[in-house]
């Protein structure tokens, strides 16, 4: 049994899901719970990260022009997912942002290809800018 972090588009918000696959390891959700994780705390806020790796500086969009919006946010994502190719857990990752000014929230998509060669993609939603 694994415990996983998992994300609702639609409502904005988190959920603690129990995994219960036969003990077995799954890479793809253990690798989407970090990006969760990474990208959804505000770099230097967690309590345990002494060093500031863990979390991104999207939170810092706020206080840009909205016009910036889609060019910072996409890479506050790739500096916050670096340690994804640096610690050899993924081949390779992409991230696209694009700022939607009618609803005020920035979209991610985030494509992972998995060092078994699968490429899976994820999508997100920032509303703090």
Do not use: H, P
Request: aromatic fraction near 14%; glycine fraction near 6%.
């Amino acid at each position: 049994m694994d415990l996983q972090i998992v994300y609702d588009n639609t409502q904005q918000m988190f959920d603690l899901e129990l995994n219960d696959q036969n003990n077995m390891f799954n890479q793809t959700k253990d690798i989407e719970t970090l990006i969760q994780v990474q990208l959804f705390t505000d770099k230097g806020e967690w309590w345990g990260d002494t060093n500031d790796n863990i979390g991104s500086s999207l939170y810092l969009l706020k206080d840009l022009d909205q016009t910036r919006y889609a060019q910072y946010g996409k890479s506050y994502c790739e500096n916050a997912l670096e340690f994804l190719t640096d610690y050899q857990l993924c081949k390779n990752y992409e991230c696209e942002c694009e700022f939607d000014n009618t609803k005020g929230i920035l979209n991610i998509q985030i494509t992972v290809e998995y060092n078994s060669g699968i490429k899976k993609e994820y999508a997100y939603v920032w509303e703090g800018v």
